[in-house]
């Protein structure tokens, strides 16, 4: 995020969820045939949250299957995916959370990157408890209230100070701010990636402990978990300009693509099939629940979806 979805380079999270191999980038070949054995490639990066995952599960199946490309992926964080998508180390950004910064520098300035249209999922952010402490507390959901349960949510690691558990310390919030502006007796925890934030949050509910968590949706654990999210300030257009100030709530981000500006001109037809890719947040939480959840292989999940959801994809493809 810029508003702030997670910068997620975490390996860790891959690593704990059995997800994806990895696998180096080199110069950007932009649909070409560049390859020893004239294949043309695509690259592709990979973020750390298993949604994403889903996206580029799907599309590398459909390039490889249906329209004969080789695909490359490599994990980044989300800045420097957009410095290699300037330089053309990689060739497409499938999920973007808003980098305004990254967009007026590549987009606007250089104009090294292009939009590359909608995903299709909007994704939000914010601070949520488990629904089983809401209903007991319904005051919970106002951020006016927190002070006055801060010590429900304390753990070892915050001391006289009720904790919000964070997910990797590389993921961009506003929590810290926001905590400091409205003045609550909270701190952030960075558990270290989704997963082991994932991991606690399944703890907690499971031992049916009182927590506060950043969050975010689409989320696969969401269908598993009710959470019930605190309204802080209402979000406001300009309201997270200054980062040390923050002191509103998250706002709802279509989701965005971004390509390599030589790749949108000269990919061919995985360029258009990229632009051309949309779904909804309903179809990437089943793909990405297959992954994190059911255990599957990405390469397993997204064979299963595509078998299953012919009608949609294949809107997609290029047009002959």
């Keep these: ?34 390859d020893a054995g004239g294949k043309k490639t695509v690259k592709l990066t990979v973020p750390s949250w298993v949604g994403a995952q889903a996206n580029v599960a799907v599309a590398q199946h459909i390039l490889e299957k249906e329209l004969g490309y080789t695909v490359k992926t490599q994990q980044m964080g989300e800045v420097l995916a957009w410095d290699a998508l300037s330089k053309g180390d990689i060739d497409a950004i499938l999920e973007d959370w808003g ?7 590549y987009v ?29 507390h319904p005051d919970v959901t106002d951020w ?6 801060a010590k429900d949510f304390r753990t070892a690691e915050s001391g006289d100070k009720g904790e919000l558990l964070e997910g990797s310390p590389d993921y961009v919030t506003n929590d810290d701010a926001i905590i400091g502006s409205l003045k609550l007796n909270l701190m952030t925890n960075y558990s270290g990636s989704e997963a082991a934030q994932i991991t606690a949050i399944k703890k907690y509910a499971k031992e049916k402990k009182p927590f506060l968590t950043y969050w975010w949706t689409p989320q696969w654990l969401n269908a598993q978990i009710d959470l019930v999210e605190v309204k802080l300030p209402e979000y406001k257009e300009g309201c997270d300009a ?14 965005q693509k971004f390509f390599n500006a030589d790749f949108a001109k000269e990919g061919g037809e995985a360029a ?16 990405a629940l297959m992954i994190a959840d059911q255990k599957l292989s990405p390469e397993a999940a997204a064979e299963k979806w595509v ?9 997609w493809l290029p047009k002959k």
């Design 144 to 149: 006016k209230n927190l002070n006055k349960y």
């Design 242 to 255: 200054d980062p040390k100030k923050v002191a509103c709530a998250y706002p709802n981000t279509p989701l």
């Design 1 to 34: 995020m810029s508003t702030v979805r997670p910068l997620r380079t975490v390996v860790a999270v891959a690593v704990a969820l059995g997800i994806l191999s990895l696998t180096a980038c080199g110069a950007a070949d932009t649909g070409k045939s560049n």
């Design 307 to 315: 078998k299953a959801n012919e009608s949609t994809w294949k809107a």
């Design 108 to 136: 606007e300035t250089k104009k090294t990157v292009v939009e590359g249209g909608d995903l299709g999922v909007t994704g939000h952010i914010g601070w949520f408890v488990p629904k089983y402490f809401a209903d007991q």
């Design 99 to 105: 980098h305004p910064k990254e967009e007026k520098q």
């Design 272 to 287: 258009e099939f990229l632009k051309n890719f949309t779904w909804t947040t309903e179809q990437q939480n089943e793909v």
